[in-house]
């Protein structure tokens, strides 16, 4: 066990857990359970809007899988995650004040209070529930996986106690906390990764005798590792540009970055977000995937690349500077971790116990119900988590996929156009679910594409068709 790298990690936790328990006194004061857990009460600053959606959005998959596939594949990965760049800048504009300004007026606490309002409907409120539960365990999945993977590597535990640390650890913090403690914590973990990223690159560079000679090595192991094409031909011009729907354009259907949205105190807090997150979200990318390829010279011969990040971090750093830089993934892990359990949990609570179950629920129940259904979706997706497959990426890539092809046409079309109804979002959402999970059990790329871009432009003409064939009965 590296006692040196593990205290820094301690440390870190430690002061997580701190803040955590400083958000939540101001919840037991608060005249407004719902808004204040699971939203914050709205009053998020540019800063920290900037940083809890580039920390939420950076997740698991991006700090430990990215360059774990980046160390499989190549540069040619480095520039299919470069799509990622726009992500803040996207859904900020694209919902932007708008979606703030109706959110407010509609009172909505999620995005599918959103839906909600503007739909009226029982059954697009019901199907958005439920496809952000199942969704959302995929991804949840792949973040315990991530921060158990990373411990085990750092400690030398074995895989089920990491993963039994890591989720004790997480599920305290957000229990007590809600999403003030989320947001807070992210301020502080979204700056761990941008410091975090940087130092590991360098010393990986270094390590590997600069970035010519590692270049040479790549070129001397497999010329494609140094195209854009991937280290077999498989990231083809088609697949890579259908990535700017998955992880570009389509990431304003995430829900746990649409609520986001949500959440600024101001325009000003926006706006400077926009211009934060997308610098942010940049530089993290770039520098993570980079890592990964840089180490392949330096750590040939690693089976499991989700382990790349932490091994890479140990080997070319001293114990104790591994320790403190490998807080940067942690931070990204806990930080789309809590923002998941809170998103699934909310579903439950709010979008289906209380509009459909219980309207009346007294306070004392609802905060009750919130916390212990946080604590139990947390201990099932621990058990989801016992048999990890060897790259997380692919599990929160296929909730992406599958979150993106439900909400991203009622969403933006709910705002932008009028004559949307329920019968055309519900239909959209049918038709995307459905097309996805089919296309991707069976035709994973459908035309060389990603298996979210078909039920994306069909669940259009379905929203579009639907709504307009149903004009008359809504009259």
Do not use: C
């Amino acid at each position: 066990m590296n006692l040196q790298a593990i205290i820094p990690l301690f440390v870190f936790l430690v002061i997580i857990f701190a803040v955590g328990l400083w958000a939540g006194r101001s919840l037991k004061t608060s005249n407004s359970f719902l808004h204040d857990y699971f939203l914050g009460g709205r009053s998020l600053g540019g800063f920290v809007l900037a940083m809890t959606m580039t920390a939420t959005y950076g997740s698991a998959s991006s700090f430990i899988g990215g360059p774990g596939v980046a160390y499989n594949e190549g540069l040619g990965w480095v520039l299919l995650a470069m799509s990622q760049v726009a992500t803040g800048y996207f859904v900020l504009m694209i919902l932007g004040k708008k979606f703030a300004i109706v959110t407010r007026r509609y009172k909505a606490v999620t995005m599918v209070d959103f839906l909600k309002e503007r739909y009226k409907s029982k059954w697009v409120v019901l199907f958005s529930a439920i496809s952000i539960i199942v969704f959302l365990f995929s991804a949840m999945a792949a973040q315990w996986i991530g921060g158990a993977r990373l411990i085990e590597s750092l400690t030398g535990l074995s895989y089920t106690t990491a993963l039994f640390i890591f989720a004790l650890s997480v599920l305290i913090y957000v229990t007590i906390g809600g999403f003030r403690a989320v947001a807070l914590t992210d301020a502080i973990q979204g700056s761990v990764m941008f410091i975090g990223t940087l130092v590991l690159l360098i010393a990986t560079i270094i390590a590997g005798g600069g970035i010519s000679e590692i270049m040479a090595d790549l070129t001397a192991e497999n010329p494609n590792l140094i195209t854009p094409y991937g280290a077999d031909g498989s990231l083809t011009p088609a697949y890579v540009s259908s990535f700017w729907i998955l992880v570009g354009v389509g990431v304003v259907a995430l829900p746990q970055i649409a609520v986001r949205a949500m959440s600024y105190k101001d325009s000003r807090s926006m706006h400077r977000a926009l211009i934060i997150g997308t610098i942010v979200v940049g530089f993290i990318m770039l520098n993570m995937h980079l890592i990964g390829v840089f180490a392949r010279p330096i750590l040939p011969g690693i089976e499991v690349g989700d382990k790349v990040m932490p091994l890479i971090a140990l080997e070319v750093m001293p114990p104790w500077l591994a320790g403190i830089v490998l807080t940067a993934p942690m931070a990204a892990i806990m930080s789309s971790v809590d923002s998941l359990l809170l998103l699934v949990s909310s579903s439950i609570v709010k979008d289906v116990y209380l509009n459909y179950i219980q309207p009346k629920a007294s306070y004392t129940r609802v905060k009750r119900l919130s916390i212990g259904i946080t604590a139990i979706l947390g201990i099932i997706v621990f058990l989801m988590s016992l048999n990890p497959p060897d790259l997380i990426i692919w599990l929160n890539l296929f909730a992406f996929g599958g979150l993106e092809a439900a909400f991203i046409w009622p969403i933006i079309m709910g705002l932008y156009w009028s004559k949307g109804n329920k019968y055309g979002a519900f239909a959209s959402m049918i038709v995307g679910v459905g097309l996805y999970v089919l296309s991707d059990t069976f035709f994973p790329q459908p035309f060389g594409l990603h298996s979210v871009v078909l039920p994306v432009v069909v669940s259009f003409v379905a929203y579009v068709l639907v709504s307009l064939g149903t004009q008359k009965r809504m009259a």
